[in-house]
Each structure stands twice: as C-alpha cells, then as structure tokens.
C-alpha cells in the first residue's frame, strides 16, 4: 500500500525537479538572447540529449521552434561548453543561420560540468 503512494510522491518531485531545472535554463537563455527574442517553453530529454525550445523573435509574431539533437557537455575550467550535434529552425531564414552558426559548436554555460550534467 505504501508503494503506490512513495512512487507518486517520487514522481512529483520528479517533475517539479525538472520544472525547477527547465525554469533556470530559460532564464539563462532568456538572458543571453534578450537583444533578439524571448523563449516562452524549454523541455529536456536528457536520455535522447535533445532539447525543444518555443519562442518568439523581436518584431515578428510567429512563434518559432528550435531543436536542438545530441548535445554533450564539456568541461571547460569552472564552466561548461554545451556542444550542439544538430540544431532545427522552424522559420526557413533561421534555420540557415544557426545551421551555419550554431551546428556543431560550442555554447559556453557559466555552470560547472557536474551541475550542467545532473541538470541536462
């Protein structure tokens, strides 16, 4: 009988674990691209290491979707470099950018590699 109701407590705190987590990343990101957009949700599938972002740019009203696929976190110093495998634009003009710009790179996070790692 204690089961059920340890696994649902577990659950819960599960979630709100990752609403906790998913909530910091969006402000960190809503903070580095303030000068270009807002990012309205995030969420994180750490066993796919996938992310999926909504948003909206500055000046346009279409929501865009971004994917990010097989990311790694690097050690760098106290930090962390969030490497991007591939990323996905839903606007046409900014797929090729980030493409070009983001595919492959690095995106330097101000967490250490063990905290980034337990959040993504």
Avoid at 48 to 64: H, N, V, Y
Wanted: glycine letters at 6%; proline letters at 4%.
């Amino acid at each position: 009988m204690n089961k059920p109701i340890l696994h649902e407590a577990t659950r819960i705190i599960q979630c709100a674990d990752t609403a906790i987590v998913n909530n910091l990343l969006l402000s960190l990101l809503n903070d580095k691209l303030k000068k270009f957009g807002v990012i309205t949700s995030i969420s994180i599938d750490s066993k796919s290491k996938s992310i999926a972002m909504e948003g909206e740019l500055q000046g346009d009203g279409r929501p865009i979707s971004i994917r990010i696929k097989e990311y790694m976190i690097v050690p760098d110093g106290d930090c962390s470099l969030l490497t991007i495998g591939d990323i996905y634009c839903s606007q046409k003009w900014v797929n090729v950018i980030v493409k070009k710009f983001l595919a492959k790179g690095k995106l330097s996070i101000p967490l250490s590699p063990d905290l980034l790692g337990q959040i993504l």
